[in-house]
C-alpha cells in the first residue's frame, strides 16, 4: 500500500526508518498509549520494525515537507463480525507532531482505500477510555462507539483493561455521512 495526502506519504517501512522511529518509540507517553513498552535502546526498535515488516499491517506516515517518518497506522484483518470482513485501525504519532491533524488526514486516506480498493466492509478501532486523544480523532473520522469490552487486553504493564470499541461502515462511507465527506 503506498498513499498520499496533501501533507503526508504512507508506505511500507523501511529498516532505515528506525532512527526516526526511536524518536517516539523512547517516549513512555506514545509507546503507552500505543500499547507498547518504551524502547530504552534503538536496538529495541530495530527489533520492532523487522517484526513490523514481517507482518506488514503496518506502514509509515512520513511528513513531505521533512521526509521523515513521523508515525505509524496499521491495519490488522480481525473477526469481530461473522460475515463481514473487517479490518481494525491503529495508530501512533510523534509527540512533536500532535494536534495538526495528521492521524486523522492519514486516517481518513486509508478509509477511502479500505472501502475502495479492499473487500472490507467494517473498520474497528479499540481504545482506552482515557485516551481523549484517539477518541477525539476516531470521531473526527466518522467511527461511531460501539461499547465497553470489559477486561479485553493487557496493558504493557499486563494489567487486565477494558477498551472501547468504535466501528465505521462501508454503507456510510458510501452514503457519505462522514464529517470530513461532508467538508
Ligand atoms: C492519538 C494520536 C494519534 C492523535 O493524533 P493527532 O494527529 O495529534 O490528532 P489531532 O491533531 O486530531 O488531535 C487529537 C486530539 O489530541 C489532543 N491534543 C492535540 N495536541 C495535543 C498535545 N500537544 N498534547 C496533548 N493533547 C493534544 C486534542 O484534544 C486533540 O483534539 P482536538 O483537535 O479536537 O482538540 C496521538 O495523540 C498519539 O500518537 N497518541 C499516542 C498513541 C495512541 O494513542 N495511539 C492510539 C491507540 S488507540
Redesign the pocket.
Known amino acids: 500500500m503506498r498513499l498520499e495526502t496533501e501533507r503526508l506519504l504512507i508506505r511500507p517501512l523501511k529498516r532505515t526508518d528506525c532512527s526516526d522511529m526511536y524518536e517516539?518509540t523512547s517516549d513512555f507517553?506514545?509507546?503507552?498509549?500505543?500499547?507498547w513498552v518504551s524502547h530504552l535502546t534503538i536496538k529495541q526498535t530495530k527489533n520492532f520494525v523487522r517484526g513490523l515488516r514481517q507482518k506488514k499491517e503496518t506502514h509509515g506516515i512520513i511528513l513531505k515537507t521533512e521526509n521523515k517518518l513521523i508515525?505509524t497506522i496499521s491495519l490488522y484483518k480481525e473477526n469481530f463480525r461473522r460475515n463481514h470482513f473487517t479490518l481494525e485501525l491503529?495508530?501512533?504519532?510523534?509527540?512533536h507532531?500532535?494536534?495538526?491533524?495528521?492521524?486523522?488526514?492519514?486516517c481518513q486516506r486509508v478509509i477511502s482505500y479500505c472501502f475502495e480498493e479492499t473487500i472490507c466492509e467494517v473498520i474497528m478501532?479499540?481504545?482506552?477510555p482515557a485516551?481523549?486523544?484517539?477518541i477525539?480523532?476516531?470521531?473526527?473520522c466518522g467511527f461511531k462507539e460501539e461499547g465497553l469490552l470489559r477486561d479485553f487486553t493487557t496493558n504493557p504493564l499486563k494489567q487486565r483493561i477494558s477498551?472501547k470499541a468504535y466501528s465505521l461502515l462501508k454503507k456510510e462511507y458510501e452514503r457519505k455521512e462522514l464529517p470530513w465527506q461532508k467538508l
Not at 507532531?97 to 492519514?106: K, L, N, R, S
Not at 485516551?131 to 484517539?134: E, P, R
Open positions: 517516539y507517553e506514545v509507546a503507552n498509549r500505543a500499547g508515525g491503529g495508530y501512533s504519532l510523534n509527540r507532531y500532535w494536534g495538526q491533524g495528521i492521524i486523522p488526514e492519514a478501532a479499540l481504545c482506552e485516551n481523549t486523544n484517539s477525539q480523532v476516531l470521531e473526527k477498551v
